[in-house]
């Protein structure tokens, strides 16, 4: 069984605040990922790193920004939180070697007021 | 590039019912691999089979089941005799690389599975 966690599981903000969202794995995994999944369902990859100090953007434009300096460790931060950053966050992470599964926290929904 | 089409929206069964979600992919890649991922009303996404392209073999894990069909480039997911707890929305998604070369996996839409009791 996976063992990735992200805190805070709900949040709930005002604009203009600057927030930070935890992930943390104990897998020992290279790979972790931050997706942001829209009310549609779709998931939108937004961040992605191979290992420490290495962070790439994803797919889908973000304003938020992440730093990897401990392998287990992912968090991503909004300088100034905006309605439109309102979602659902998830982080994953996998092997290195090969297409491997990601594994997947169980998210932060984040509503910005 | 590559893509992933999961056709159908939502689909909303009775009970006991068999139920098949749809998966079709585009790929360019001779060597690639296909996933199932299952979403609970909690949001966390659930693993649930990986197969790579050279495995067309079907695979049956309990009430669950795929096939996987190279030659119409689908992956399509069966739940027999469905549950209650089977109500999730269920993503396919297909290995794929950025244009740097790096992996990603590539998402479909989702198809979210309503089963009534």
């Known amino acids: 069984e996976a063992d990735i966690y992200q805190t805070p599981r709900y949040l709930v903000i005002g604009t203009g605040k600057k927030i930070t969202l935890e992930c943390s794995q104990t897998?020992?995994?290279?790979?972790m990922y931050w997706y942001q999944q829209d009310p549609g369902m779709e998931l939108h990859l937004i961040h992605y790193?191979?290992?420490?100090?290495?962070?790439e953007k994803g797919d889908l434009s973000s304003e938020s920004t992440v730093s990897r300096i401990r392998t287990e460790h992912f968090p991503l931060t909004l300088e100034s939180a905006r309605p439109s950053h309102t979602s659902q966050y998830l982080c994953?992470?996998?092997?290195?070697?090969?297409?491997?599964?990601?594994?997947f926290g169980p998210g932060t929904r984040l509503t910005v007021l | 590039a590559q893509k992933v089409t999961q056709a159908q929206t939502e689909i909303s069964v009775v009970e006991k019912e068999d139920v098949t979600l749809d998966c079709v992919y585009e790929?360019?890649?001779?060597?690639?691999?296909l996933f199932w991922y299952k979403q609970p009303p909690s949001g966390e996404l659930v693993f649930l089979i990986r197969?790579?392209?050279?495995?067309?073999q079907n695979e049956i894990s309990g009430r669950y089941s795929w096939n996987f069909q190279k030659s119409t480039s689908s992956f399509n997911f069966t739940i027999t005799a469905s549950q209650v707890v089977d109500s999730a929305v269920y993503f396919c998604?297909?290995?794929?690389?950025?244009?740097?070369?790096?992996?990603?996996?590539?998402f479909g839409k989702g198809t979210k599975l309503t089963v009534n009791p």
């Open positions: 994953a992470s996998s092997w290195t070697s090969g297409y491997n599964e990601q594994f």
């Open positions: 897998m020992g995994h290279d790979k």
């Open positions: 790193s191979y290992g420490v100090n290495s962070t």
């Open positions: 790929t360019r890649d001779t060597t690639y691999y």
């Open positions: 197969r790579n392209s050279f495995d067309e």
């Open positions: 998604a297909l290995s794929g690389t950025f244009q740097g070369g790096s992996e990603k996996l590539v």
